[in-house]
């Protein structure tokens, strides 16, 4: 099985949802979770048409992390928010998860 590059050590803020409020924990659930982010192909694009291509990404994570939609990464002075469930690939070689990211420019 091929192995992807880490090009990001990220820590993971999980979205909280209280009543009508939503907020990231003040503190990450986790730290240094190697990734691989790399600009989005034609095929997510095509099947994520509200998502500006410029900003959005796919994202591999080499850990074993709960996450969801609406969660936060951050790692080397860039932000990232979860917009697509993660699929989970557990094969006894490589375990990996995989999802769509939009970067947060303009902050």
């Known amino acids: 099985m091929p192995q ?5 050590q990220v ?3 999980h979205l909280v949802l209280s009543g009508d ?12 979770v190697k990734t691989n982010i790399q600009p989005a192909g034609a095929d997510i694009l095509a099947v994520n048409p509200g998502l500006p ?4 990404y796919q994202c591999f994570i080499f850990d074993s992390v709960t996450i969801k939609n609406g969660d936060k990464l ?3 002075g860039e932000t990232f928010i979860v917009r697509g469930v993660s699929q989970i690939f557990n094969h006894p ?3 990996y998860q995989e999802m769509v ?3 947060v420019v303009g902050t």
């Open 11 to 13: 820590d993971i803020y």
């Open 74 to 76: 951050v790692g080397e």
């Open 53 to 56: 291509s410029f900003s959005t």
């Open 101 to 103: 990211l939009e970067k």
């Open 93 to 95: 070689s490589k375990y």
């Open 21 to 32: 409020k939503e907020s990231y924990e003040a503190t990450p659930s986790y730290t240094a």
């Open 4 to 8: 992807f590059p880490i090009t990001y």
